[in-house]
Every structure is written in C-alpha cells, then in structure tokens.
DNA sequence: CTCCAGGGATGAT
DNA sequence: ATCATCCATGGA
C-alpha cells in the first residue's frame, strides 16, 4: 500500500475534520477515509506531512495519472494554501479570540463542493453534528456511488439529479424527517438548472446570501454556512447557537443585545477572516465543553471562567428592555 | 407574537 | 431504564 507524501504545515488534520464542517470523515486507524468529490480518499497526519491514497482505478495507466492529481485535490481541498499565520493575526485581540486562537491551531476552513456542502447544511437543521453525520451516511450510502480505498468502503455525495428523483419518502427514510421536502425542492432547482450553483460564484457576498436563502430550508444561518465552507466568503459568519452564547457571554456581558445588533457586530468586529475566527470560537466552545464534563444548559463552558445559569439568563434578559 | 414539525445522541435522574 | 434537552427553518 504505497501512500503519496505531501507536505502540510500549520494544519491539525484531525481538529478540521471534527470542527464541524463536514460530516462524512472517518476515523481508521492512524488516518481518516472519506470522499473528496468523486474520489475515495484515505489520508493520514505526520506532523508536517500528509499521506494519501485514493480508490483503485480499472487500469493501471490511468491509477499513475489519478495518483498525479492526487496531492493536488487534497492541498486544495483541505485549503493548504490559505495563509493561515496570517489570517490567525488578523483576528482582533481579546481574551475569547485569543484562547480559541490558541486553542486551534492548524483548523482550517476546508473547501466543500457546492451541492454537498448546500445539501449537507438543510440536513443541518435542527440537529446535532452526531446526527447529522448519521444522515449524511444515510443519504451516501442509499443515493450515492460505492467506492472503495483499500479495504474500506466509501460513497461519494449523491448529485442533485439523483436527489431530485428521490421520493419525499425515500428522503425521510435517511432520517431527514421534515427537512425531506427541502432538500427535494432545493435538489430539483439545482438539478433543473433553474439555480445555477456555480454561477453564484460570481456574486458579491449579500447577493448570494440573498440567493442562498431563497433555496427551500436556507435561512441566514445555513446561507453563511455555505458561503464559508463553499464558496470561499472567509467573512461570513454563521450564528448557531454555540456562537450566540459566546458572542454574549465574552463580547456583552449582562447586557441584552438585539439580534440584529448581534448581527452587525459579527460582521464588522472580527474582520476580513471572520467566518474563521467564527471556526475557530466554535471549535473552542464545543470542545471545551464537552470537556468540562458539566451540561451546557447549566453553566457556560469552563474555559471562559464564567458560570451562568439558564435561570439567571433569563432573570437579566427580563431585567433589561432597549 | 407563539407553537410546532422529526428524531437520535446525550446527559440527568 | 426513563426522561428532558438539543437544534434552524418555515408554515400555521
């Protein structure tokens, strides 16, 4: 089993693959299997080096030229040319910012093919990442091509076509429940061509924002989501829950903040990178509480030092009116 | 404005 | 072993 070296620096393979990005890695052994578009990927970390593989091909002529491009679709994929020390310096210098800085070191944004990227996030909904692994797995494995990479199997993403002509039933049955619908109307404008994914790359940020959310199951959230992870918008800034609770916590202490304002403030305060240094206080945050070995509901995450509960939340919430 | 939809993992009891 | 909670969008 011959695996082709490529040299990787400032990236934590395994920290990107858990950040929350995508849902579909697997750990084996030393490394990881997974899809990257079309291709069975295995892929391993050597401090400053990366190790791949893909899936056979039928012939050997054409295994030398896919193992050529190889290294390539894997640097840009995990995104190894993004100026990571430099991005990480254009975050602003707070103590939050500066503990998930630290803490996230070599996390990269990865780029995600559009279709996957758009599809995975309406699976998102309302669900956790545990869960949204298993539905990811689901739609794979019913809807798309089997490939192997030495022993181990991998599906690719199923394309919207083949989305498109799934059943609403077949879609719940990948325990999408009432995102089926969504993702079917959203599959069938991509498919139709009626929505052109990657002519959206030309817009400027609100425009495909605007785009995005027109799609069945996209709202503010999801659209941010995949301008980051899709279309390269390093600035945009998905609020999810985890990012609320420490945007008030670390950023507006005891005070009530609008949503809109909220807004605002994580568009401008955290700069050109801010879909990073939004990566990077997710990953702190989640981490770290699942660390603190105390439910999230009833204290904030140890690492910001601050305890707060649910009650308390509410008592200044209902304190305070504009 | 509120309420609800579907559901597996997770943590509390 | 039960039980409550997590989650984001869209429609009633």
């Given amino acids: 089993m011959k695996l082709i070296k490529i040299r990787a620096l400032d990236l934590d393979l395994a920290m990107t693959l858990d950040s929350g990005q995508v849902f579909h890695w697997q750990k084996v052994g030393n490394g990881f299997v997974g899809a990257i578009g079309d291709r069975a990927v295995y892929v391993e970390q050597h401090a400053n080096v990366l190790k791949v593989r893909d899936g056979e091909a039928p012939s050997l002529p054409q295994a030398r030229a896919k193992a050529r491009a190889l290294p390539r679709i894997v640097a840009h994929y995990f995104a190894l040319d993004h100026p990571l020390a430099e991005i990480c310096a254009s975050f602003p210098n707070d103590p939050a910012m500066n503990a998930a800085r630290l803490f996230c070191c070599g996390l990269r944004i990865i780029r995600q093919p559009k279709w996957e990227c758009l599809a995975t996030f309406i699976c998102s909904s309302m669900k956790q990442v545990a869960h949204i692994r298993q539905i990811s797995l689901a739609l794979r494995r ?6 192997k990479v030495g022993d181990h199997v991998v599906y690719t993403f199923p394309p919207a076509q083949r989305l498109a002509r799934a059943t609403e039933n077949d879609l719940r049955e990948c ?10 109307a959203t599959a069938r404008l991509v498919s139709s061509g009626e929505c052109d994914l990657e002519s959206w790359s030309a817009l400027s940020d609100p425009d495909l924002r605007e785009k995005l959310c027109s799609l069945p199951g996209v709202g503010a959230k999801i659209a941010n989501c995949v301008m980051l992870f899709a279309y390269e918008r390093l600035r945009a800034f998905p609020i999810d829950v985890w990012i609320e609770r420490v945007l008030k916590q670390q950023y507006f202490p005891r005070k009530k903040i609008t949503e809109p304002r909220l807004r605002e403030f994580s568009e401008t305060y955290f700069g050109e990178h801010g879909g990073y240094a939004q990566q990077y206080l997710f990953h702190h945050a989640r981490i770290a509480s699942r660390n603190s ?6 204290s904030t995450p140890k690492a910001f030092g601050v305890r707060m509960t649910k009650g308390r939340i509410r008592d200044e919430r209902e304190q305070e009116h504009e």
Avoid: P
């Fill in 142 to 147: 019913r809807f798309g091509d089997r490939r």
């Fill in 293 to 298: 070995g105390v439910s999230r509901d009833s």
């Fill in 175 to 184: 325990a999408l429940g009432y995102r089926a619908k969504n993702l079917r």
